[in-house]
């Protein structure tokens, strides 16, 4: 499956984590590249090509956020960021940063793998299969080849996994997703994980698409999108 080792850069000053991390990554079959401040980590980022950079917030010289931010300024290589507990998770994985994904310290290097890779895989396939089709309800228009949404013709920006979470939930409307099976689906994971990471994402995507928002909360369960668009001025039936 994997025709060559897959480089992956792990960020992290604390030489004990850099190095276990790497261990782990190594038996899962990864070539390992580490950086131990945010200076060697833009150097490497160019010159190394990674096929993804695990990057630790906290660093010596730069924030991780200020790493993220200039490394996708020129990349789309996917990023997983390492956070504390009490880290602003939206603005991470939002636009405005840029991550992919993110792991609460402390963490279990198991999960640390398995995150790596169905990050890249979601990054493969998204690159490999340009399923060409579009979803609409109302004003809302999502495009998947070219992974653009729009509400009454005017673009809204959306994260990568806000993007995924919207398709998902259109795509199988009517139908209420469970916030683990929206985590399965849309980030890979195969375990019962962070269900928060959904709530933040169905916020953010409330927060950008307003009224033209189609996801409803079903208490209790998870979140799905109506069959049929409901009209909030509609006269009843008769
Ligand atoms: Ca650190």
New binding site residues.
């Given amino acids: 499956m994997m025709d060559a080792r897959q480089r992956i850069l792990v960020v992290?000053?604390?030489a004990n984590?850099a190095s276990f991390v790497s261990v782990y990554l190594q038996k899962a079959g990864f070539d390992v590249g580490v950086a131990r401040n945010g200076a060697e980590a833009l150097a490497k980022a160019g010159t190394e090509s990674p096929a993804l950079i695990v990057l630790?917030?906290?660093?010596p010289d730069l924030d991780g956020i200020d790493v993220c931010r200039r490394i996708r300024q020129r990349s789309d290589v996917p990023i997983l960021m390492?956070t504390a507990r009490d880290d602003d998770v939206e603005k991470i994985i939002g636009l405005e940063v840029g991550a992919d994904d993110y792991l609460t310290k402390p963490f279990n290097p198991r999960e640390l793998v398995a995150r790596v890779k169905s990050v890249l895989r979601r990054s493969t396939t998204r690159r490999r299969d340009p399923e060409v089709a579009a979803l609409e309800f109302k004003a809302l228009r999502i495009d998947s080849g070219r992974r653009e949404v729009t509400v009454e013709g005017q673009e809204v920006q959306l994260a990568p996994k806000e993007f995924d979470l919207l398709w998902e939930l259109l795509d199988h409307r009517g139908l209420v997703l469970t916030r683990d099976q929206l985590l399965e689906r849309v980030w890979g994971y195969t375990f019962a994980g962070d269900t928060r990471t959904v709530d933040v994402h169905v916020g953010q995507l409330r927060r950008k698409l307003g009224e033209a928002c189609p996801i409803v909360t079903v208490w209790g369960v998870g979140y799905k999108v109506a069959t049929e668009p409901k009209a909030a001025t509609a006269s009843p039936s008769p």
């Fill in positions: 992290e000053d604390e984590i630790d917030l906290m660093l390492l």
